[in-house]
Each structure stands twice: as C-alpha cells, then as structure tokens.
C-alpha cells in the first residue's frame, strides 16, 4: 500500500553504483514493472521477469523502444495454466515454477534478486538456488501467505488447518529468516516477522503505489464506456482479483438491491469469484450484475472512469496481513471508493486518511449498501472524494523518492550466509 506520505528512512541519493537485478514478480503487476523501468533508468541491468501463466491482471509487460537499453522484460511459463485451487496440483506447479525462475535467475547472474508475489514453494526454491550461487535475495512481502493458508483451511477442518497450515506457517517462516533482506509493505508485518525471529533490521517497510503516470484521470462517458453500453449510466465498478480473501456475495447483494433504482455493477475479474457471481446472477436473475473478464492494462484508465464509485472489497480473516493494492489504482482514477475492509487493514487507514472513500467493515452488508446508495445520492460528494483521491495519489505516487528506498536496500542486502536444511526445505 504506498504512503500518504509517511517516510521510513530517508536514503541518499548519492553514487549507488550500478547493479544487475532481478526483479521477480510472479503476478506480473503494473507498480512493479515501473520499479523496473526506473532502476533501468539510473543505469542498472534489470531482468523483469513474472508468470505467463496465471490468471489475473497484469500491468504493461512489453519493452516499448524508449524504454533503457538495459531493460529486459521476459515471461516464465509453465506450459499450462496455473491451477490456483487444485491443491495437489498447484503445488507440483509451484516448484517447478521455482526451477524454471531460478535457471533464468542463475543465466543472468544477478547480484541480487528482489521477488515478489511468489507462492511459497516457488519462492523457497528460488532462494535456495540464488543463495548457493551467492547472489543476495530480498523477499518483497505482500502477504503473510503462510498465515492466510491457515486461516482458510482451518475454516474446512481444525486438523487441517494445525497440520496442513502450520506446515505453511513454517515454510514461510523458514523463507523469511534466511531472505538476506525483507520489503515489507506494512508496518503491521513487522510484530509477525520479529515473532518469527526475523532480525527487525533487515525489515524495511517501503509501503505500495500505483504507477499513476499510466493511470490518468479520463472523462466518464469514453471509448470504453460506450462499447460496453455503459455511458450515460450509474455505474458501479469492482476490478481485480476476486479469490478466498473476498467475499463476491457483497457485490451480488449491492447489484441486487440497487436494480430498482437502475444501478449497473460491473466486475471486471476471472476466477472462483467471477464464476460464482456469473452463475449465481444468471440463477437469480440479477440482470443489473455485469462480469466482464480482464481488460488489456492499457484500458485500465477507461475502465476506472467508466465508474461513478469504485469498490473494493476484503474478508475480516485477510486482517492486516493482505492490503489489496486495487485501491492505489483507484486513486489515480480520481473516483469516490466504497471499501468493505477490516479497520485494521492499512487500506482502510489509507482510505480514511485521503478521505476520499465510504469505507465499512466487511460484514456491514447494509452499511456498504448503504454507502453506495449515499455516493451514488449526490454527486458533489463523489466529485469532492474523486478530487481527494487523485491528490493523495499525486502526492504519494512519486517513483523516483520510491526507487530511492529500493536502491538503498538492494545495495544494502549482506552477503548470503550458507543455508541450513530445514523441514519443509524443497530440494533439488
């Protein structure tokens, strides 16, 4: 989640001498291209590598010709589609993923790589085989994966969740402790990693941003809008990932409570939750419900305009320890937010801090009916939000002080230290 502005150290610019880097971004997002582009831009070798085979949306992956010449941007693919809720093939994917990364990693022969969005096996077989090659290895935390794996199965069985989820829990705890250093992008990771015995100074928080330069405000009624009839109409609009750490059933009821009033909500995702919405408005007949699959990211800024609110949604369980990034996106629209989020997660501070959102907790169905109802009620309202939420965005969004963090970690990560066999340990 990026900053409204809070620094956490204050890094020189000064004389970072150049570098060959490897950015690893398994989901393939926009914020993370654009770290690429601008470490390639001060002069280091950058391979940006992410994952050609998962499902979700995914930022402007291609080399245009004024990007540097020491950018390279290359998918990993698994020759067939990752299958994200097929347990026990899932995690065969997920090693193999990690072998293929890791011999791409050890071609380039990085000094360091920072991963990021990695599932766990896959992170733990790229680090072990960086670090026997001795390149130095940062784990860009987004979620503590290990905790949410836990939570979820837990929730089908008690014994599970000990066993099956506690075995997460170690491994991602395993990976923490031996990463040469951790981004994390909360301050609310930082009690978990040094409860797991991660050293608190080899844990920088550098919080998460929208690439808002690709991101600008566009009318309301554009080309997107009208090819999709949706010009001229009241519009609310969810785009992203819908997986276990949401509830789609809110915005089923948001659609069918506002169909009388002539609403249109559009969800623009795939997946388990785009497949639940699909079948159950289809069964219900909630003709107000539109599912629309991933737009191409260049129709991002469209997409978002084409809204009156935004909506962003998280499940209590997810708590602190997943921020869902959307929201910085949705900034950069320059739209009012209706947010069912934990109060705790730093979105929802982030939110309430820009004041530019309704945000409720996520079992609130009639608070974030509501909210919806009172944004879509008075547009001054939702101009006022719009104009606060591109502000905060503007002010926060900045890549080069952003970058600065980056570089100073990358320079900083020590030597790797040999590692130890531990349980859970993926060998070759």
Known sequence: MSALPVERFEPARASVSRRRIVVHDYAGHPFQVELSRELAARGHDVLHLYCASVTTGQGDLRVHDDDPESLAIEPIALGTTFERYNPTKRLRQEVAYGRTAARRVLAFQPD????????????????????????????????????????????????????????????????????????????????????????????????????????????????????????????????????????????????????????????????????????????????????????????????????????????????????????????????????????????????????CAVVVEPHDVDGFVGGATRLLADRSVRDVFGRAARHAAERAFDIAAITDKFEAVLAAAPQPTPLVQESLDVTD
């Open 112 to 355: 360091v790589v920072l991963s990021s969005n990695t599932p766990l096996l896959a992170q733990r077989t790229l680090m072990q085989r960086s670090r026997r090659a001795g390149v130095r290895t940062v784990f860009w935390h987004q979620d503590v994966l290990g905790l949410g794996i836990k939570r979820v199965v837990t929730r089908r069985s008690a014994l599970a969740g000990r066993v099956v989820g506690g075995a997460f829990v170690t491994l991602e705890r395993s990976i923490l402790r031996r990463s040469d250093a951790i981004v994390a992008i909360s301050d609310d990771f930082v009690p978990v990693l040094t409860d797991w015995g991660v050293e608190r100074d080899r844990v920088h928080v550098i919080e998460n941003w929208a690439p808002i330069d690709e991101l600008p405000q566009l009318p309301r009624d554009n080309a997107w809008a009208v090819e999709h009839d949706l010009a001229r109409r009241t519009v609310v609009l969810y785009s992203g990932t819908l997986g276990l750490k949401h509830n789609p059933a809110l915005l089923l009821e948001l659609a069918r409570r506002h169909e009388a009033d002539g609403v249109v909500v559009v969800v623009v995702s795939e997946g388990l939750g785009a497949t639940f919405l699909r079948d159950a408005a289809r069964r219900e007949g909630v003709a107000n419900l539109r599912v629309l699959p991933f737009q191409p990211y260049e129709r991002l800024p469209e997409v978002l305009a084409s809204a009156d609110v935004l909506v962003a949604i998280l499940e209590p369980d997810a708590g602190v320890f997943s921020v869902p990034s959307k929201i910085l996106s949705y900034m950069c629209a320059g739209r009012a937010i209706l947010a069912a989020l934990p109060s705790s997660n730093l979105a929802a501070r982030v939110l309430e801090q820009a004041a």
